[in-house]
Structures are given as C-alpha cells and as structure tokens.
C-alpha cells in the first residue's frame, strides 16, 4: 500500500514496528513528545530529559525512547516534505494502526508548525553558495604612468559570497570602468524584473 | 617481574604477535600451528598453550585484520536539487530543467563531497544503469557465485 507521507511508497517495516510502541504512551503525552521534537526539526534543542519523564509511564526501555523520537522526526518531517496536510496525515497513520485520538493529536501539533517546517526545509536544501552583502566605492583616477591626464571614474565592487560547507564568507573584489558597470547594471536590472513576474 | 631485561620481553611480545597474526592470517590448522611450532624446541605444555591461544583469538585477530584492508571512499547520504532554468543574459523565454547533486562520501572518517550537475535524460540513463547494475546481482551467473562462496 502507498502512504503519501512516505512520498507515494510502502511504509518503511521499521516505521510499522515503532507507530505500536506510540500507541503504548497516552495521546496526551504523546501530543507533548511531539512538541518536543518539532522543537528540533525548527532547529531548537530538544529536552530529552523532558521527554523521558513523559515516557515513564509507558515503561519504554532506553532503546524505545530513542526509537519514538526517532519515527516521530521521520513521520512529521516527511508529511512536510511531500506537503501533506493534516487530515491526510491523520487518516494514513491511522491506516497505519496509531488509534484515533493519538493520531488527531499528532495531526493537530503538525498542523501548527507545517509551513514553519517547510520553511525551515527549504532553507537547508541544497545550495551550494549565496551572496552575503556588496561594499562598493567610486574612485576617480586622476594620472596613471600610462597617461598623464586619465580623468576617469573607476567603481570598487566588493561581493562577499558565503560558500554553504565552510560558513564563512569569501570575499571576491573587483574593479569596473564606468561603461562596463552600466551594461552590468542594466543586465541585473533585466534579470530583477524577470524574477518579480514569477513571483 | 619476569627478571629479564627490557628488550627480551619486548622481542617475546614481537614474536608471539607476529607467530599469532600470520597463523590468523593463513587460517592453518591446528596439526600445522603444532608441527611449526614443534621446531623452535619448547615444552609439550608451552605448545599446548600457544596452541589453545591460537585457536581461541583466531576470530577476532582476523575480524581486526579485515579492518587493515585499505578502503575506497564509501557512500554518505545523497543532496539533490531540482531547478529550471528560465532565462539567461544570451537567451530569454528558456525552459532548461537541470538536476544538482551534491554525493557526500566519507573515506576513513573524512567527509568529503562531489558537486554533480546532469539534465533529465542524462539522469534517467543513470538510473537505468544503476537498475541494470542491480538486476546483475540476480542472474543466474552472479548467483551461482554468490551460492559458492557460502
């Protein structure tokens, strides 16, 4: 059978296995581990003390703690990767043997945080650089070795371009003669008016 | 302790582990060990130990030497993106789909990364011919291979 939370794929067997051992904690805690762990896939830290007292009473080895933090970042991550929404997501899992009220709960938690998700996965797909922030200085010559009387203005471009594996920003300077930095400003001009119409 | 100097008790260290790595090594048998041995002239019961020593670490020294085998960068996990390119400086009204990857490998606990781009059709022909490299593993061929070397 197809899940849509699984990108229109079988359920993984190890997802199966876990969604019996949520049905074994309250919905009412359950409901709270969520919060917890959407807490992290926002990119907070995660109380795992928090969480293993909200497990207590459902006596979960070790092993099962790490487990349900574990199907619980699987199933709401990847319901927001494939944008599905609440209901979907409610009646699937239900499909999948999680009961009603676990599975409402679950839902109503990921409905909250669904587009802070997905805005939080669309930051860290991949991209492989981006433009920090442009310095710039006009200068004008007044004499060079070449020529006594240049009389020329000269712009200064500083690109800071932040590469997505250091995390530092790399700094690229370059030196544009006035004709050249109107043709590249009339190009990005044409290029800014091409991304507004697909906004 | 042993009363011996420093540099006996090193060289005993050397040559037990060096009479311990090859036998693992060579997976000889226990009439072998006991033959090879007999020549360097020590005790039945030093001969019965060293034996017994051999045959109880033998695993695990070939599960360690396994591990020395020098490796090839191994996979990690897989990046991609989808993008359409629409227009460039040269040409406007483009519609140029092109998928980026980037493959991340670890090479001895050192990760490392390849930046890949391809076009659709490209990709499809990669994935027929990962699918075909798959399906090797099912032929009639592979698997006789496969049932021997259990």
Redesign the interface.
């Known amino acids: 059978q197809r899940f849509r939370f699984c990108g229109d794929l079988d359920c993984p067997d190890w997802v199966l296995a876990e969604i019996s051992v949520l049905a074994r904690i309250s919905s009412v805690k359950l409901k709270l581990i969520c919060a917890q762990v959407l807490r992290e896939l926002l990119g907070e830290a995660i109380d795992y003390e928090k969480i293993l007292k909200l497990t207590l009473d459902a006596k979960l080895e070790s092993g099962d703690v790490k487990a349900t933090i574990a199907v619980l970042d699987f199933i709401l991550s990847n319901a927001a990767k494939h944008n599905v929404d609440g209901e979907s997501l409610s009646s699937e899992l239900q499909q999948l043997g999680l009961p009603k009220e676990h599975a409402t709960g679950l839902c109503r938690s990921y409905e909250e945080k669904q587009s802070s998700l997905q805005d939080s996965l669309r930051a860290c797909?991949?991209?492989?650089s981006s433009l920090d922030s442009v310095s710039w200085r006009v200068d004008y010559t007044l004499s060079s070795s070449e020529l006594q009387e240049v009389g020329e203005p000269l712009v200064h471009l500083l690109l800071h371009v932040r590469r997505q594996?250091h995390g530092s920003t790399e700094p690229v300077p370059m030196a544009v003669s006035a004709d050249k930095f109107r043709v590249l400003l009339a190009?990005l001009k044409q290029?800014q008016a091409?991304m507004k119409t697909?906004l | 302790k042993l009363n011996t100097g420093v540099d006996t008790v090193q060289h005993g260290v050397e040559g037990l582990m060096y009479l311990l790595t090859e036998s693992s090594n060579l997976m000889i048998s226990e009439t072998d060990f006991q033959d090879s041995i007999r020549v360097l002239g020590f005790s039945d019961e030093l001969n019965k130990l060293l034996l017994q020593l051999y045959l109880d670490n033998r695993k695990e020294i070939r599960s360690i030497l396994s591990e020395l085998a020098p490796k090839l960068p191994s996979y990690h996990s897989l990046?991609?993106?989808l993008d359409v390119q629409?227009?460039s400086?040269s040409l406007?009204q483009q519609i140029k789909p092109a998928v980026?990857l980037?493959l991340h490998l670890n090479h001895n606990e050192d990760l490392t990364?390849q930046?890949l781009q391809t076009d659709p059709s490209t990709l499809l022909h990669l994935i027929q011919q990962l699918e075909q490299a798959l399906g090797e593993m099912k032929t009639s061929h592979c698997r006789r291979i496969a049932r021997n070397m259990k």
């Open positions: 797909s991949l991209r492989l594996d190009e290029a091409l697909l | 990046e991609w993106r629409l227009a400086r406007r980026t980037k990364a930046v």
